[in-house]
Nanobody, 119 residues
């Protein structure tokens, strides 16, 4: 069982910033991509951002220009993926889930972390 631990969520005012991270120190296979989804109450799961092993990035329209995805530690098998969130809006409130995608294999998921944007 591969453990992926998320951290960094919480409550922030509109216009503020928050940084999420997702650590997976036990992964020894090759990773093809990392990413973040989110799910707000009563809404479908939404793809927030992805980044490939060659650092090609994709962002959902709702977060483009405000969020930045990155990763580190891939050469030491101490994989960590980050999501820097700026100019946060109330509609960004959701549970955020990270995933790590194995090359030619499965996705491995974090436990989810709550982000609340409210005044």
């Amino acid at each position: 069982q591969i453990q992926i631990v998320q951290s960094g969520g919480g409550l922030v005012h509109p216009g503020g910033s928050l940084s999420l991270s997702c650590a997976a120190p036990e992964i020894t296979f090759r990773v093809s991509a990392y990413g973040w989804y989110r799910q707000a109450p009563g809404k479908q799961r939404e793809l927030v951002a992805t980044i490939t092993e060659i650092r090609s990035q994709y962002y959902g329209d709702a977060v483009k220009g405000r969020f930045t995805i990155s990763f580190s530690g891939e050469k030491t098998n101490n994989h960590t993926v980050y999501l820097q969130m700026n100019s946060l809006k109330p509609e960004d409130t959701a549970v955020y889930y990270c995933f790590i995608r194995r090359l030619w294999g499965d996705d491995y998921w974090g436990q989810g972390i709550q982000v609340t944007v409210s005044s």
